[in-house]
T-cell receptor, first 117, second 115 residues
């Protein structure tokens, strides 16, 4: 079984300050992990993904995440928040060996990011 | 590359009618597509896995007869909400695995409002 927990439902940061979105996962195997961003009434855009290569993953728009197996974490960070970063962020886990060959995506509950001027 | 096109983006229908939502993979073949439902300020809930040329696999608690899924070709999956009721109002999103390093890609979603 696989699951993912986003520790913060809401994060508020000032423009130009760092952003940290926390995510913990559980998986029976070695999972693939993703971070997606969703702007209001829009689909999901992939920020970055981890698939058992480098543990520090760099994504788009200055985001990065570090896979820590010992802590079962995959926290998302950005050094300096921009107003356009205000959105909903989802941490997602997938186990390629679960159920079907591609694996089902298990979504976290989401973290709403608010950026203040 | 690896774009999933979802239509319509927004639809309003009367209670009791049916609505069809299309999801197309534009530049790749998708043997498997996924349909999600998202309630306001909530996460995505997997409804079903759509398999080309075979029956869809529904998640527990999802009514098969209400949410009809057809995946007749490698580039098209459709979700039909039959006899829609106001409680079916939601944001529906499709997804496909591109089979490349990109991984999963999502449609832009469909906002369904049943009045």
């Amino acid at each position: 079984a696989q699951s993912v927990t986003q520790l913060d439902s809401h994060v508020s940061v000032s423009e130009g300050t760092p952003v940290l979105l926390r995510c913990n996962y559980s998986s029976s195997y070695s999972p693939s992990l993703f971070w997606y961003v969703q702007h209001p009434n829009k689909g999901l855009q992939l920020l970055l993904k981890y698939t058992s290569a480098a543990t520090l993953v760099k994504g788009i728009n200055g985001f990065e995440a570090e896979f820590k197996k010992s802590e079962t974490s995959f926290h998302l960070t950005k050094p300096s928040a921009h107003m356009s970063d205000a959105a909903e962020y989802f941490c997602v886990v997938s186990d390629p060996r679960a159920t079907d060959s591609w694996g089902k995506l298990q979504f976290g509950a989401g973290t709403q990011v608010v950026v203040t001027p | 590359g690896a774009v999933v096109s979802q239509h319509p983006s927004r639809v309003i229908c009367k209670s009791g009618t049916s609505v069809k939502i299309e999801c197309r993979s534009l530049d790749f073949q998708a043997t498997t597509m996924f349909w999600y439902r998202q309630f306001p300020k909530k996460s995505l809930m997997l409804m079903a896995t759509s398999n080309e040329g075979s029956k869809a696999t529904y998640e527990q608690g999802v009514e098969k007869d209400k949410f009809l899924i057809n995946h007749a070709s490698l580039t098209l999956s459709t979700l039909t909400v039959t006899s829609a009721h106001p409680e079916d109002s939601s944001f529906y999103i499709c997804s496909a695995n591109t089979g490349t390093g990109i991984g999963y890609t999502f449609g832009s979603g469909t906002r369904l409002t049943v009045v």
